[in-house]
């Protein structure tokens, strides 16, 4: 399979959709607003007939996927106000926080990191659309199964002596324990007071039961298409995979507790699906 050609990843498109989604059809007050990825992608006039566009179907998914994006922009911004200038986007996809919050961007050095296919794509329709890329904003193309995202992340630029904020959303599903543990000591390695913000996907068996039928139809797409699901962990298989990589803060945010930040008194019924949790950790 090719990695180079200049396509964006489909998980990467469908997520964006979805975020667009979110605003054209759920109600106020909007958990994030981004209809930025939707331009980028340029979809079909019909794009909200695609099957896995159905607005009630995909309805705890595209909780899901806005409410991490929420989460970790709020994040971004409390590093921020304590000191934090580097923020780091590992498997980035069409993420797009940079051109929507470019007050606070702009303070920063953000460095996106993703297969080198999606990144031209992204860079080039991001010329084509008038926002440009500013010299703050470090594209770091790794084509993850040949060589090392933190050897590129530096010859971008990142500075190791200084902390930074790293997200890690919608990766750990792909990759194998090993793989995991090895980016947990990296990151556990980052200079003092820098955070990290990783998903992770709970095993079937410990979703809440309306979940599970879409989860079964996901891995199966997922296989079908070459990127199969290999790693799922139990919070607690995760608080003592990252203590063992050397992190010493360590939380567990729950996707209940994401539902009740965000979605507490919504009168519509959004509420993000159980599958995904959050490990949150920070170096000392």
Request: charged share 25%; hydrophobic share 40%.
């Amino acid at each position: 399979m090719t990695r180079n050609k200049a396509v964006p990843d489909n998980t990467a498109v469908r997520t964006a959709l979805w975020r667009a989604l979110h605003v054209q059809t759920d109600a106020r007050p909007h958990i994030i607003e981004d209809e930025i990825g939707l331009k980028l992608v340029a979809p079909d006039a019909d794009w909200q007939q695609r099957p896995d566009m159905h607005p009630d179907f995909t309805k705890r998914l595209r909780a899901s996927m806005v409410a991490r994006a929420r989460f970790i922009e709020d994040m971004v911004q409390e590093e921020y106000k304590l000191g934090t200038r580097q923020y780091v986007i590992l498997g980035a996809g069409l993420d797009t926080f940079a051109q929507r919050q470019p007050q606070i961007a702009s303070q920063l050095q953000v460095f996106e990191i993703d297969q080198p296919g999606t990144q031209t794509w992204k860079q080039q329709r991001l010329t084509e659309l008038g926002f440009g890329i500013p010299e703050w904003l470090h594209f770091v193309s790794v084509d993850f199964e040949i060589s090392s995202w933190w050897e590129q992340l530096i010859k971008a630029g990142f500075d190791t002596g200084k902390p930074a904020m790293i997200a890690c959303t919608g990766v750990t599903l792909y990759l194998t324990r090993e793989a995991i543990f090895a980016t947990l000591r990296q990151m556990a390695g980052l200079a003092p007071g820098s955070k990290l913000a990783m998903t992770f996907y709970l095993p079937l068996d410990l979703m809440e039961e309306e979940d599970r039928p879409l989860q079964l139809i996901a891995e199966k797409g997922a296989r079908a298409a070459g990127t199969p699901f290999i790693s799922f962990f139990s919070p607690e298989e995760m608080q003592a995979l990252a203590q063992e990589a050397g992190f010493k803060e360590v939380e567990i945010v729950s996707s209940g507790n994401i539902a009740r930040r965000y979605f507490a008194g919504r009168t519509d019924g959004l509420s993000p699906a159980s599958g995904e949790e959050f490990l949150v950790a920070r170096t000392v």
